[in-house]
């Protein structure tokens, strides 16, 4: 079975500032991995995926993601943050190929602070 | 622009009530979800569907929880009796064949159980 892993719950940083929020991932197969975003009161929408190929992956809102298989993560970007990117941001898993269930990870929330 | 709706978007009720949560799928979207969202959890799979057929309820307390799909247009989360330990954000989520396992959710039900 697939798991996923986001090391940080709560992320604070300065509006403009870089910010990474981490992902890590463990599968025995080949993945397909996501990051959604929930804005407050609503519900999650896809910010990027990775299905194969290049392991840069570039989302909606400036982010993007990096998919690097020796060490199963799956990292989010920002290069300078805008206060309305406070939100929780949740990474996914789910095994390439046919129909599988998606297992999300508990959720990081990002709060820029003005 | 297609979207996952869901009724209601807010519930309050008394313990013991019975409290039925609707949501339409996106138009030819055949797998459908169900999850719960609190503070203390996360997001929790409880039960999805595909092609009308119930899949996995598995994460679903049986006794007191339903979840059916009438057609193809409508999936439904009973709770009968209800507890104030139910109180939290149902979200459901479609997705369609090919799609790479991407999910759509819905806005939610925000329900609190007195």
């Known amino acids: 079975a697939q798991s996923v892993t986001q090391l940080d719950s709560q992320v604070p940083v300065f509006e403009e500032a870089p910010v990474e929020l981490r992902c890590n991932y463990s599968?025995?197969?080949?993945?397909?991995l996501f990051w959604y975003v929930q804005y407050p009161n609503q519900g999650l929408q896809l910010l990027l995926k990775?299905?194969?190929?290049?392991?840069l992956v570039k989302g909606i809102n400036g982010f993007e993601a990096e998919f690097n298989k020796s060490q199963t993560s799956f990292h989010l970007r920002k290069p300078s943050v805008h206060i309305s990117d406070t939100a929780e941001y949740f990474c996914?898993?789910?095994?390439?190929?046919?129909?599988?269930?998606?297992?999300f990870g508990i959720g990081t929330k990002l709060q820029v602070i003005p | 622009d297609a979207r996952v709706t869901q009724t209601p978007r807010h519930k309050v009720t008394e313990m013991g009530q019975e409290v039925t949560m609707r949501c339409q799928p996106i138009?030819?979207?055949?797998?459908v979800f169900w999850y719960r969202q609190t503070m203390m959890q996360g997001l929790e799979l409880l039960a999805y569907?595909?092609?009308?057929?119930?899949?996995?309820d598995s994460g679903m307390p049986k006794d007191r929880f339903s979840a059916e799909m009438p057609d193809a247009t409508l999936a439904t989360l009973k709770i009968q009796p209800s507890e104030p330990r139910d109180s939290a954000v149902y979200f459901c989520?479609?997705?369609?064949?090919?799609?790479?396992?991407?999910?759509?959710f819905g806005p939610g039900t925000r329900l609190t159980v007195l």
């Open positions: 996914a898993v789910t095994i390439s190929g046919g129909y599988q269930k998606v297992t």
């Open positions: 599968s025995s197969v080949s993945v397909y």
């Open positions: 990775y299905l194969s190929g290049s392991t």
């Open positions: 138009l030819g979207h055949n797998t």
């Open positions: 569907f595909r092609n009308r057929a119930p899949l996995d």
């Open positions: 989520a479609s997705l369609r064949d090919r799609s790479y396992n991407e999910q759509f």
